[in-house]
Every structure is written in structure tokens, then in C-alpha cells.
């Protein structure tokens, strides 16, 4: 709004520091760090079971915002393992939970750590501020395209499901292992399919989409898929170069009809019952300002 009434200078830069953010905030009833769970609280002798003085701590979390945009972030981080263990209980972890996610933390906090902290500047966004870039895209060297793909190294590069295996990462069956034939028919010789999406892929799908699907579901679900991305191939294949392209699948002309003007000399009862007509149509409210 400030810009579309031009109440912002051209080339004049006004940076402010945003600190004292709250700790803690409420999500689902269930108190949450704001920033994450190992910002340095504002004061360190607090009750980890008061809800209502949680709530009321701040933080020793800062941003740097720059003409409304923030540019940068970070906080002070604890040092302290009591304090470590307060946070902690404040956001109801239990003590075996603590042991087993962030036991080594603790661990090392025992044996003492500095005082420290940290900021991590956009230095993408601080270039785009300054040559007046609506885009961060115009000025990242290497920037991913709408499918978080980089056009100039193809990344992410696929990985092999061996390797996936190995890391733990998901776990992959004998079938997923094995090579893959391929789809491409030999002369004289039938089209060989082969499965192309798996059962557990369709259920990996649906717990981020969180749909529950029956073993029935699941089969006709990859079934489906299967299909699209074989006629996909078949498109693929077929050869277009010699095709021009086409803008429009038929002709830019009313195939219709010819376009006449019908006049009326009394309102056409399909008006009749309009709360307000002009010229023998509906008017309706003005809701957008084009000037």
C-alpha cells in the first residue's frame, strides 16, 4: 500500500533491528517455540510449568528489516544445560524424550559452552533491495525453477534406491532393486510393460496428502498412474517434428453463429425480476477500480 501511494522514497533505505520476540506462542493450545527451542530467554528464572509467565517471556531473537523486508535473522542461543532442561519441560518433553533426541546436546552443554549467537543475512534479497529487483530470481546465480529444478546442473539428481537402502532412508524391496525393463516395443515383438508405480509409492502420496486407502484403493490407484505415464510415453515418442504447432484446436472464427444485435422493444422477461437493468441487462455493483 505504501508503495502503490508512493509514500516511500526512491533510493532512500531505512533499516530497523526487531528484537524482544515472545519465547513461546500457543499452537492447537499447546505452548511452541516461536523461533526454535534453543533461543536464549530474557531471563533465565522462570517456571517451566506457569503457562501464563511463559507466554509473557521474551527472547533474545532479532531481525534485521530493511524498507519493510526482512533481510536477516537469528538469536542468542543457550548455553546453559539447566536452562536447556527448562525449555525443554516447558514444551513437555518428557525426560526419556529428551534423553533420546537431544541427549548429546545435553551432554555437551555439561562440559560448558560460551556465550554465543548468530545472524544469517539474505544476501540474495540485500542485492535485489539495492538494483530495485522485484525478483530474487534475477540476481541468484544458479536459481531453481518452479519445479525446484536447476536448468543448469539438473539438480537433484536421482538417486539409486541402493543408496536409499543403505542410509536408511526407506526401505526398499527386492522388486524396486531389480533392473527395469523397458517400455519400448522390438519389431515384431508384443509391448512389454513393467510396473512403474508401487504400491508403497501411492502410499507415501497419500500419507502426505493424508488420505486413508484400502489395499484395493491402492492397487487401482497405481494401476491409473501406470497408465497415465504410459500414454505420456506414447506421446513422447511419436514424431512432431515435421508438425507446426498450434495455438487454438479449432479456427479463430465463431463456428457458430453470426454475431447479430437483437433489439427489444420492451425488456426481455429474462430481466424482468433483475434488481436493477440498464439497457436491457443485468448492472451489476462496480467492484474493481482499473484508474
Request: aromatic share 6%.
Amino acid at each position: 500500500m505504501a508503495n502503490r501511494l508512493g509514500l516511500i522514497p526512491e533510493g532512500r533505505f531505512e533499516p530497523v533491528w526487531i528484537t524482544h520476540f515472545p519465547l513461546f506462542e500457543l499452537k492447537d493450545g499447546e505452548l511452541s517455540s516461536l523461533h526454535h527451542p534453543f533461543t536464549l530467554p530474557e531471563r533465565e528464572d522462570f517456571d517451566p510449568e506457569n503457562k501464563e509467565e511463559l507466554l509473557g517471556l521474551k527472547s533474545r531473537a532479532y531481525d534485521i528489516v530493511i524498507n519493510g523486508e526482512e533481510l536477516g535473522g537469528g538469536s542468542l542461543r543457550i548455553y546453559r544445560m539447566e536452562t536447556q532442561r527448562k525449555i525443554f519441560k516447558a514444551l513437555g518433553l518428557s525426560q526419556e524424550e529428551v534423553k533420546e533426541k537431544f541427549g548429546f546436546f545435553l551432554k555437551a552443554l555439561e562440559y560448558g559452552a560460551p556465550p554465543h549467537g548468530g545472524l544469517a543475512l539474505g544476501m540474495d534479497r540485500v542485492v535485489a533491495m539495492v538494483l530495485g529487483t522485484k525478483s530474487i530470481r534475477e540476481i541468484i546465480a544458479f536459481p531453481k525453477n518452479r519445479s525446484a529444478v536447476c536448468p543448469l546442473t539438473g539438480a537433484p539428481a536421482k538417486v539409486d534406491s541402493s543408496q536409499l537402502q543403505e542410509l536408511h532412508i526407506m526401505e526398499v524391496g527386492e522388486e524396486e532393486l531389480s533392473p527395469k525393463p523397458s517400455t519400448r516395443t522390438k519389431k515384431g515383438a508384443g509391448p512389454q510393460t513393467r510396473k512403474r508405480i508401487s504400491a508403497r509409492e501411492v502410499k507415501k502420496v497419500a500419507h502426505l496428502a493424508r488420505l486413508s486407502l484400502t489395499e484395493e484403493e491402492i492397487q487401482e490407484l497405481a494401476q491409473e498412474l501406470d497408465s497415465i505415464i504410459g500414454y505420456v510415453e506414447t506421446l513422447d515418442e511419436l514424431d512432431t517434428h515435421t508438425v507446426p504447432p498450434t495455438s487454438h484446436p479449432l479456427a479463430m472464427a465463431n463456428v457458430w453463429r453470426e454475431d447479430k444485435v437483437i433489439g427489444f422493444e420492451e425488456g426481455p422477461p429474462v430481466i424482468e425480476n433483475a434488481p436493477e437493468e440498464e439497457g436491457y441487462f443485468f448492472k451489476v455493483p462496480k467492484i474493481l477500480d482499473t484508474g
